[in-house]
């Protein structure tokens, strides 16, 4: 397919932009009916075999192996765009597996293996358009209507938590009503139903070719800065790190006696990457300036502006540990709560599950937007504190904190016997989306100002990286868990173990921003907008 030689009609919105935003509202939709309805029916059905006192265990481990995957696959969903098939052609042909997960999902109800090879599908179908359909609205404006994509993109942001709203509110109550293939297969009927209307405007689309390879590229500054004739200190440190993630794997693989047994392939794979990105950006940047002669100054100076981003998103990654967990932790705490129909404020016509609360978290995000921008923000600079980027995400990540310490004194009253209303985890989500607002919508303001314009497309991959490194914190505390001598020294705090673990996030968060102040500190901002 070639692009429209006719240029976009000046000053107006494309006509092909109802179809792109008519299949983000249908896929979102169909994304949040089946997460939030996954953990309540693990427990519920598909766990059934394991001992009751393992299954929520065994839950958040799925859950949190499945958004590793959503946020991981982004990379490959890229790279496939960038270099062979472009995003139309990528976005269609990963939209029809994600269908398939769908069904996967809908069929195999009662069937492990292809239940969970549903979710390996959704995730890489998912995770592979993630990054490419936001770009592909871009690609439909030109300088003529560009003004036009600022009102695009917040009907974007919109959508996702218009589709997320509605989708947590029903998909829980067509669960318990309806059972597990239509609460499934509604989501997948969804699917089916934005690739359509993707497919649909193939005619009206502009369709941008891949790019050439970059020889100036972030991973050939890298290489030619680690591995060029002139190599030093720099390039061992990253050699050490490539040699740990091999001895990683090989340890999994052949079952070393010292691995971790509860350490899978998946915390392996992320724990090996992981320490391939900390080495390699260590080395790198203390020998970035050995690629000059190489590769152009501006080249040079974008990838040690992306490593300068990369420790703030590494600081990020305890934010998305505690913010994903409220659709799996927070589930769990909710089945031991009760629902208030008695009070007359309580919309039990509507509210029936726990998994419903999920529904607080998008609706507060859109008042809290608009609530920040027209209120909070210019009030806070008429007192003489500017909002910087960088204090809004600090603060955010402290605010998640205290929602995790209100959520476990929640579990400790309810350790303590006493009867509790679910209604009082309204309080933590407000918190955890409050901190949301501050850390999410604003990281990428942040990183896009922060990096050239030839580096925004490697932000973006990392951006999303760092939700998955923030899962990953999850799994590793699960696996902790499982230990003995870890039981044994949380049960000689007084704490159950969902409150100790509540209070261990909440403490790991706290401390975390912290230090993401002290370096929020040093951090001199650049302006790396384009001109007008």
């Known amino acids: 397919m070639t692009a429209p030689t006719m240029p976009a009609d000046a000053g107006r919105m494309p006509r092909q932009i109802p179809y792109i935003i008519g299949n983000e509202a249908c896929e979102r939709f169909s994304f949040y009916g089946m997460r939030n309805i996954l953990t309540p029916f693990l427990i519920t059905s598909l766990l059934l075999y394991a001992p009751e006192f393992e299954r929520d265990g065994i839950a958040k481990d799925v859950f949190h192996t499945f958004v590793i995957g959503v946020y991981f696959f982004p990379l490959l969903g890229g790279w496939l765009s960038d270099r062979f098939f472009g995003k139309y052609n990528t976005v269609l042909w990963l939209s029809i597996v994600y269908c398939i997960g769908h069904a996967c999902l809908a069929i195999f109800e009662d069937n492990r293996t292809g239940f969970y090879t549903g979710l390996f599908l ?64 509604i989501p997948g009927i969804l699917m089916g139903i934005a690739t359509l209307i993707f497919w649909l405007g193939r005619h009206k689309y502009v369709i941008v070719a891949p790019a050439p390879p970059n020889p100036d590229s972030f991973m050939n500054v890298a290489r030619s800065a680690l591995f060029g004739k002139e190599r030093g200190p720099g390039t061992v440190i990253a050699t050490v790190g490539l040699g740990a993630a091999i001895l990683m794997f090989a340890a999994w693989a052949f079952g070393f006696a010292w691995w971790p047994q509860h350490f899978g392939f998946v915390i392996t794979a992320c724990m090996a990457l992981g320490i391939v990105l900390l080495l ?44 994903d967990q409220k659709a799996s932790t927070w589930v769990l705490q909710g089945n031991a709560m009760q629902m208030p129909h008695d009070t007359w404020w309580w919309p039990s016509w509507l509210v029936t599950t726990p998994a419903q609360m999920q529904a607080l978290n998008p609706l507060l995000v859109m008042l809290l937007i608009p609530f920040n921008n027209l209120v909070l923000y210019p009030l806070l600079r008429r007192l003489g504190f500017e909002p910087t980027a960088l204090r809004r995400m600090g603060f955010g990540i402290a605010i998640s904190g205290l929602a995790w310490i209100a959520a476990g004194a929640i579990q400790v009253y309810m350790d303590g016997g006493n ?24 990281g990428l303001e942040f990183a896009y100002s922060q990096s050239p314009p030839s580096m925004k497309g490697v932000i973006m991959s990392f951006w999303m990286l760092s939700v998955t490194f923030g899962n990953l914190w999850v799994l590793l505390t699960n696996a902790a868990i499982r230990n003995e001598t870890v039981t044994r020294h949380i049960a000689d705090t007084g704490l159950s173990e969902p409150a100790f673990l509540m209070f261990l996030f909440a403490a790991f968060a706290l401390v975390v921003s912290a230090v993401f102040a002290l370096y929020a500190m040093r951090y001199k901002e650049t302006d790396n907008y384009r001109a007008a």
Do not use: C
């Open 122 to 185: 959704i995730a890489l179908g998912s995770g592979g358009i993630k990054p490419l359909v936001s770009a592909f609205v871009g690609d439909q404006f030109d300088q003529s209507n560009k003004a036009r994509a600022k009102v695009v993109y917040d009907a974007f942001y919109w959508t996702i938590n218009f589709g997320s709203f509605f989708a947590s509110l029903l998909m829980p109550r067509i669960l318990n009503a309806w059972g597990p293939a239509w609460a499934f297969g």
């Open 280 to 323: 390699g950006g260590i080395g790198t940047a203390m020998q970035l300036d050995r690629a000059r002669g190489r590769h152009p100054e501006a080249a040079i100076e974008g990838v040690r502006a992306v490593l300068r981003i990369l420790i703030v998103f590494a600081l990020v990654t305890p934010f998305w540990s505690l913010f």
């Open 419 to 442: 009867a509790t209303s679910i209604a009082w985890q309204i309080l933590p989500y407000a918190l955890l989306t409050f901190g949301e607002v501050l850390v999410s919508a604003t």
